[in-house]
């Protein structure tokens, strides 16, 4: 296996960060696009879990996460990550040249994925969506949201404690303290970016129809950061006709990092097989 890091450039930002897990002979390629707060790097296991198998992953950090620049947890509009997301894919296929190409979208990484997925781009093998934030959880308190909205249109950038509660990510208590101890995990979040999550959930709800890309559905049972009804609700409404909906029981809000990662593995995996 060969790791590498590197940078890229998208709209207005240069130096975006990006890792790459590659084996000798690539079969396809798989971009993650990591959830809040986090940053590829904690995407290790299941990179090379897919390395093994012959996938080569790409997986960046987005503005304002991990090793890339930007304030933490902010953006002027959603349509931010949108950019970041097409010029890494663009990024990558110059240097992947005429190979099948996924896409797997963690939390927040599964908005984006799926805001992405609306405009009917066209070239992709498919996407995995994994703990889908489409009915986030208590973080979506009334108050939160009205001061959120208040604040964007006047302190845009007034950044703001999600109180994200750690012990929900995962049952296993490696994974946890692992988050904890990460010195490029945050939890701060703008008042814009949280504007910007909830116009885009209601815009991919109002646009789910545009999307008939094979899909891969992930979602932990017990997920209290964001809801499962959430990924029932995506699996239901999605035009796809080629889709799958794994939901694992009692499971957390990280699936490739919780006590049933190796069932998640094997079903990312196969899922994976199947749509070369």
């Given amino acids: ?17 990006y890792r790459c897990w590659r084996p000798d002979t690539p079969k396809a390629i798989v971009i993650v696009i990591h959830g809040f707060g986090e940053h590829s790097g904690r995407y290790d296991g299941l990179a090379t879990h897919l ?6 992953v790409y997986a960046p950090d987005l503005r304002g996460y991990g090793r ?6 902010h953006i002027d509009s959603w349509r931010d990550y949108w950019y970041d997301l097409s010029m890494f894919r663009n990024f990558v296929a110059g240097r992947e040249r005429q190979m099948p190409m996924f896409v797997y979208g963690h939390s927040m990484g599964s908005l984006v994925v799926l805001d992405y997925l609306t405009y ?18 208590k973080v979506a308190n009334p108050l939160l949201i009205a001061a959120a909205q208040l604040l964007s249109r006047y302190l845009p950038t007034f ?3 999600l109180g994200l509660d750690v012990r929900a990510l995962s049952r296993d208590p490696e994974v946890v303290e692992a988050y904890r101890k990460d010195p490029l995990v ?31 559905i992930l979602h932990g049972e017990a997920d209290r950061i964001n ?3 959430g990924a029932h609700w995506l699996f239901r409404e999605v035009s796809s006709t080629d889709k799958e909906l794994r939901i694992y029981p009692e499971g957390y809000h990280e699936p490739h990092n919780d006590l049933q990662k190796e069932q998640v593995l094997h079903d990312i995996t196969d899922w994976l097989e199947r749509h070369l």
């Fill in 68 to 73: 890339s620049p930007g304030q933490r947890g």
């Fill in 120 to 137: 009917q781009i066209a070239g992709l093998q498919g996407a995995i969506l994994s703990g889908v934030l489409l009915e986030p959880g």
């Fill in 51 to 56: 390395v093994h198998r012959g996938f080569a």
């Fill in 227 to 229: 809801r499962v009804e």
């Fill in 159 to 161: 950044s703001l404690r």
């Fill in 186 to 216: 945050h939890n701060r979040a703008s008042a814009r970016w949280g504007t910007e999550v909830l116009k885009t959930i209601a815009a991919v709800k109002a646009q789910v129809k545009n999307i008939g890309d094979p899909l891969l």
């Fill in 1 to 17: 296996m060969h790791i590498h890091e590197g940078y890229f450039s998208s709209t207005f930002v240069t130096g975006l960060f």
